[in-house]
T-cell receptor, first 114, second 115 residues
Framework: AQSVTQLGSHVSVSEGALVLLRCNYS??????LFWYVQYPNQGLQLLLK??????LVKGINGFEAEFKKSETSFHLTKPSAHMSDAAEYFC????????????FGTGTLLAVQP | GAVVSQHPSRVICKSGTSVKIECRSL??????MFWYRQFPKQSLMLMAT?????????EQGVEKDKFLINHASLTLSTLTVTSAHPEDSSFYIC???????????FGSGTRLTVV
């Protein structure tokens, strides 16, 4: 079965500091991995995705993530946090192939301090 | 890019009434749509998978008679919360996928409050 674990339900960084949001996955087949961002009372917006191509994936708003198979990780990073990055971030996994389900982690709330 | 339009964004209803939430794919055909429920400060819980022209597939523990899903066309799926109760108050989000590798596009969500 596939699953996703996000370590740290709350992360607080200073503006300009490095953002690191952790995600570990469990999958019996090569997975597709995604990071989504959610602002209050809104749907989810795709930040980036890994679909078995390059292991370092660049997304929108300066975010990137690296797929590390040996560590079963897909951590999200951004070199310099902006106030506008404050939001909830979800890591998700979808088994490759025809399976449709998207399985979410529990989310990490990112706070950015001035 | 692919856009999914969800309405209404907010709805308040009285206990015992039914509420319908619509989810439309605006520029693509969605043979499959997904309905999620999100409690405050929690993750998204998949409720059901909506398949065009056939019955929805519900996740374990989700009452199919309470959460009626209809997917009558390739661009519209609806979720009806029947005989709503305060415990049904939640944030409901739909999503659809254009291609397997593209990720999922989400609607903007519906905040349901049952009073």
């Amino acid at each position: 079965a596939q699953s996703v674990t996000q370590l740290g339900s709350h992360v607080s960084v200073s503006e300009g500091a490095l953002v690191l949001l952790r995600c570990n996955y469990s999958s019996s087949v090569p997975p597709y991995l995604f990071w989504y961002v959610q602002y209050p009372n809104q749907g989810l917006q795709l930040l980036l995705k890994y679909t078995s191509a390059a292991t370092l994936v660049k997304g929108i708003n300066g975010f990137e993530a690296e797929f590390k198979k040996s560590e079963t990780s897909f951590h999200l990073t951004k070199p310099s946090a902006h106030m506008s990055d404050a939001a909830e971030y979800f890591c998700a996994v979808s088994p490759g192939g025809a399976t449709n389900k998207l399985i979410f982690g529990t989310g990490t709330l990112l706070a950015v301090q001035p | 890019g692919a856009v999914v339009s969800q309405h209404p964004s907010r709805v308040i209803c009285k206990s015992g009434t039914s509420v319908k939430i619509e989810c439309r794919s605006l520029d693509f055909q969605a043979t499959t749509m997904f309905w999620y429920r999100q409690f405050p400060k929690q993750s998204l819980m998949l409720m059901a998978t909506s398949n065009e022209g056939s019955k929805a597939t519900y996740e374990q523990g989700v009452e199919k008679d309470k959460f009626l899903i209809n997917h009558a066309s390739l661009t519209l799926s609806t979720l009806t919360v029947t005989s709503a109760h305060p415990e049904d108050s939640s944030f409901y989000i739909c999503s659809a996928r254009v291609h397997a590798r593209d990720g999922y596009t989400f609607g903007s969500g519906t905040r349901l409050t049952v009073v």
